[in-house]
């Protein structure tokens, strides 16, 4: 069973910047498009960003042009820079698999105010 462990969230201003990572065990992850996914409170988790296997991203529209999804193979690691963070960013990040999740982690709460 592949374990998820997301780190790097806090409290930013807007405007600030946060990197998220997410580190996985086993081998999976070299053979699955992961994705980053949140959670506000209230809502629905959303997918805001994906990263297949050869190196293809997508993203939601609300994150598109500051948020960036990466991914290190050797680690089996997969990282989201945040950059020009607004106050609807606010929520719980996780990252997982996209077409077939896995038992989902804790997420890593990112807090976007002044």
């Known amino acids: 069973q592949v374990q998820l462990m997301e780190s790097g969230g806090g409290l930013v201003q807007p405007g600030g910047s946060l990197r998220l990572s997410c580190v996985t065990s086993g081998s999976d992850f070299y053979f699955v498009t992961m994705g980053w996914y949140r959670q506000a409170p209230g809502k629905e988790r959303e997918l805001v960003a994906t990263s297949t296997i050869t190196g293809g991203t997508t993203y939601a529209d609300s994150v598109k042009g500051r948020f960036t999804i990466s991914r290190d193979n050797v680690k089996k690691t997969l990282y989201l820079q945040m950059n020009n963070l607004k106050p609807e960013d606010t929520a719980v990040y996780y990252c997982?698999?996209?077409?077939?999740?896995?038992?989902w982690g804790q997420g890593t709460r990112v807090t976007v105010s002044s």
């Open positions: 997982n698999a996209v077409i077939r999740p896995w038992t």
